[in-house]
RNA sequence: GGUACUCUGGCAGAACGGUUAUGCGUGAGCCUGCAAAGCUUAUACAAGGGGGUUCGACUCCCUCGGGUACCUCCA
């Protein structure tokens, strides 16, 4: 598989050869998570359900940032805690990331977990001289790593003059970043340095290299953390181990809504609980697979729409697949493999999941129109199920399990409908109809049968 | 101001130095008791502007312009 790699700018091969390593770097835990952030991590979700299909071996890293400015001022103004705020956050995350049917991590390391790790970290960075101790804590000196700027491509000196970081009297060079910060305000740990707590860019080496080791595969993001963030990791981590830092790059582009990115300071955010009541995870997912992970997409709502109609006809294919009940047979073996194969192309070719979707609504339509010609036979409607079920674990979209009961209702109820349309007793069966309707069942009339669908119940409304 | 990315039909979004992308939307039709869903079919001046290279450019080069992101916390 390729994959963008914005460190060397080029499309780089994965490495499938042993097992992969992921590192993505996750949210600060101190507020609602929003479409911005499922996108980011719905990528990297499929990514890695893609590469587990395929049988490949992952560990699959995600941190959350526990402890931070933000963190303690929210604490500040609810009059609480910063462990109860992102305590309360990480449990909002996994109620929302859960709803977008996202897989967990091998594991969420937290920063506040690994103080000692970081301790340690920074030891080393003294001891090498990289970094130093000033009356506000401890800095990693940039001129020390020469190669300052690889990642973000910029250069040192241009940095420097359009400077607008606070000015810090102490500090050896004003683009010097803390590693640990000094402070009596809780949360704060002991240090050989004094009493303080991380800066935001340490945890992310040190917990990377404890748990993924000093190289790994691929460690990914927001492009909005290619500067300062993950340039002052590949500084931190290369500083520290002599050794280069992760091999791909992968960073995800921006959701932006009118034109503009969505964040909480330009106050145009959409939340995960907003549009999971709204349009539910299938939509959400495929909104933010289909464009190319590394261009920005615009959120609208003639977007989800357009998503919508496909689901609906995805959904279709679904149930007139398990509703087959035919013995005919078409040549299908050679759709489905093109289906399949261009799917995975696709995918292999840089991650790209809209034209990874198109062939997956190929299939989708190939299916609808047997169904439309009542020429879908039951082995074939198997053989198709087959390899759309995979895809659609892949892409992680889920269609709502039905129990025995319903089913049998349901069934009851189109028994009867049927019986009152042989009788001609069309507003009898009408009835019926509707009260299905209200079910979010829908009915299918072909020519020798009858088939329902359970369809997801989509407000569609933005 | 600097850096990166980007500019294809109403919208989304591909490939390719010379062939219809495709999907959504829209129109028509089929199916149906009627619907719904689905299917079939049609539809689009498409390439930000201007130069150049070429027999031929959406595809290569130059230039001008627009957009977004980053340069400060940010997925």
Redesign the pocket.
């Known amino acids: 598989m390729k994959l963008q790699d ?1 460190l060397s ?1 080029s499309e780089q091969e994965l490495d499938i050869s042993k097992k992969v390593r992921i590192y ?5 835990v ?2 609602e ?9 719905i990528v990297f979700d499929v990514l890695r359900k893609y590469l587990e299909k395929k049988g490949i071996e992952l560990e699959f890293i995600q941190n959350f ?1 526990d402890v ?3 963190i303690i001022s929210r604490a500040q103004t609810e009059g609480t805690t910063a462990e109860e705020i992102s305590t309360k956050y990480i449990e909002n995350y996994f109620k929302d990331f859960d709803g977008l049917n996202v897989k967990r991590a091998t594991n969420y390391p937290k920063a506040t977990e690994h103080i000692d790790d970081i301790i340690k970290f920074i030891e080393k960075l003294i001891e090498k001289q990289i970094a130093y101790t000033t009356k506000n804590g401890v800095y990693f000196s940039v001129s020390k790593f020469p190669e300052y700027g690889k990642l ?4 040192i000196d ?2 420097q ?6 000015i810090d009297e102490a500090k050896k060079d ?2 010097d ?1 803390a590693v640990w910060k000094f402070s009596d305000i809780k949360p704060i740990w002991d240090s050989p340095w004094g009493k303080g707590r991380p800066g ?2 340490i945890e992310c080496s040190a917990m990377s290299i404890k748990y993924l080791g000093e190289n790994f595969e691929i460690h ?10 993950h340039e002052n990791e590949i500084a931190q981590s290369e500083s520290c181990t002599g050794s280069p830092f992760a091999k791909i790059w992968v ?6 809504i009118n ?8 106050e145009n ?1 959409k939340s995960i609980k907003h549009v999971l009541k709204n349009w539910g995870p299938n939509i959400i997912r495929l909104f933010c697979l ?3 992970y ?5 959120y ?1 709502e ?2 989800l ?3 919508l ?2 689901w ?2 995805a ?3 679904y149930y ?1 697949l398990i509703h087959a009940s035919s013995e005919n047979h078409e040549e299908i073996n050679p759709i489905v493999k093109k289906a399949s194969t261009e799917f995975d192309n696709a995918l292999e ?2 991650f ?1 999941t ?2 990874a979707l ?1 062939a997956f ?2 299939l ?6 047997l ?4 020429k879908l036979g039951k082995e074939d409607a198997q053989i198709i199920k087959i390899e759309l079920q995979r895809m659609l674990e892949i892409l992680g979209l889920s269609i709502p399990e039905m129990t025995e009961n319903e089913k049998q209702e349901i069934d009851n109820l189109i028994e009867n ?1 049927e019986q ?2 042989k009788e ?1 007793q ?2 009898e ?2 009835k019926i ?1 509707d009260k299905l ?1 209200k079910m979010n069942v ?6 020798v049968n ?1 088939i329902w ?1 359970k369809k997801e119940n989509i407000k569609a409304e933005n």
């Open positions: 914005t700018n993505l770097c996750g949210v600060t101190y507020d998570s929003h479409v911005g952030h499922a996108r980011t991590i940032t931070d400015d933000k973000s491509k910029k250069k241009e940095l003059s359009g400077a607008r970081i606070e004003p683009l970043f935001w860019h990914g993001g927001g492009r909005d953390l290619i500067f300062p963030h960073h995800v582009g921006m959701v932006t034109g503009e990115k969505m964040s909480k300071s330009l955010i289909s464009g190319h590394s261009k920005p997409i615009d609208s003639d977007l729409k357009e998503n109609t496909k609906r006809q959904e279709t294919c007139e070719d840089d790209n809209h034209l198109s609504f190929q989708v339509r190939e299916g609808n129109r169904a439309a010609d009542e409908r009152f349309r001609k069309f507003e069966a009408d109809r309707n829908e009915l299918i009339d072909h020519k009858t669908m």
